[in-house]
Nanobody, 124 residues
């Protein structure tokens, strides 16, 4: 069992930056592929970024490429999402997730554990 606690959301103006954090605990939590998803009001949860357990593999949604960077520190059981050049359309609840796989995963159904979510609001 893995527990995830995500944090770091807030209100920021367009063009600003935020850094989200995800703290993982539980057996073998560092051996999971991890990812970030987001959900805007009235919309389905969508993939943002993912990183393999070793950190050597990453994948990003086209909408965030070049602006967001995913990283992890397995020694600290932490994952991060650095978000730069934020846009109003980035607004939503951001969830970290862990998948029991060694490959990149980019759909919600591939993930086994979820954080509680952290709100990100970008004003225009």
């Amino acid at each position: 069992q893995v527990q995830l606690v995500d944090s770091g959301g807030g209100l920021v103006q367009a063009g600003g930056s935020l850094r989200l954090s995800c703290a993982a605990s539980g057996r073998g939590s560092s051996q999971y592929t991890m990812g970030w998803f987001r959900q805007a009001p009235g919309k389905e949860r969508e993939f943002v970024a993912a990183i393999t357990w070793s950190g050597s593999g990453t994948r990003y949604a086209d909408s965030v490429k070049g602006r967001f960077t995913i990283s992890r520190d397995n020694a600290k059981n932490m994952m991060y999402l650095q978000m730069n050049s934020l846009k109003p359309e980035d607004t939503g609840i951001y969830y970290c997730a862990a998948a029991r796989t060694l490959r990149i995963a980019s759909t919600p159904g591939e993930y086994d554990y979820w954080g509680q979510g952290t709100q990100v609001t970008v004003s225009s």
